[in-house]
């Protein structure tokens, strides 16, 4: 079966320092893999796509970056961090055709 | 673009049943997809429908209506640890291939 794992769960960091999030998946090959950020208490917001090795789509022009060195591994990252970078990011995996979403546990994140 | 309106808050009675409706405005769709999530926790999969009509899974039933953009879920029996954040998503072209979009979350709260 498939897995998705996420990590750090939590995280506090200083204004300006970088920050590195790394999402894996098992159990399956080539998915499509996704990063979004939830605000408290609202919905999710699409940040990072990868649909191949290498091949990443941003969905929201900010500080923050990501990557996919290998095919099951998907890192969010940015340089320098900003207050509203606080949030809680979640990394999901889908397969092929119109098979759900499945997402990791996310990591929350606190700027101070 | 899309956009999904839910209902902010729902209270419910333990054992009774409620109802979460959705509706959509889309540019493109392939389906309405239902997610739980715990305070604290990730999103889960719920349910997918594609199709116009009734789903159901154990306690939980999803329903989608195509021809007026708008679908439910509905949950029976309710038991406290039903107590959670449901998002309604659309799932249309994007991302590559597929893309998910969710609306703001209707938080349940189950009372004795």
């Known amino acids: ?112 | 673009g899309q956009s999904l309106e839910q209902p902010s808050e729902v209270t419910a009675v333990e054992g009774a049943i409620v109802q979460i409706n959705c509706t959509y405005q889309t540019s493109g769709f392939y389906g309405l997809s239902w997610y739980q999530q715990h305070d604290g926790g990730a999103p889960t999969f719920l349910s997918y429908n594609a199709l116009d009509g009734l789903e159901e899974t154990g306690r939980f039933s999803s329903f989608l209506s195509r021809s007026d953009s708008y679908g439910y879920l509905l949950l029976q029996e309710l038991q406290m640890k039903d107590s959670a954040s449901y998002f309604c998503a659309v799932l249309g072209p994007g991302a590559g291939s597929y893309q998910l979009t969710f609306g703001k979350g209707t938080k349940l709260s189950v009372i004795p």
Do not use: M
């Open chain 1, 1 to 112: 079966s498939q897995t998705i794992h996420q990590w750090p769960a939590t995280l506090v960091q200083p204004v300006g320092s970088p920050l590195s999030l790394e999402c894996t998946v098992e159990g399956t090959s080539n998915p499509n893999l996704y990063w979004y950020r939830q605000a408290a208490g609202r919905g999710l917001q699409l940040l990072f796509y990868s649909v191949g090795i290498g091949q990443i789509s941003s969905e929201v022009p900010q500080n923050l970056s990501a990557s996919r060195p290998q095919d099951r591994q998907f890192i969010l990252s940015s340089k320098k961090l900003l207050l509203s970078d606080s949030g809680f990011y979640l990394c999901a995996w889908k397969g092929d055709s119109n098979q759900p979403q499945h997402f990791g546990d996310g990591t929350r994140l606190s700027i101070l």
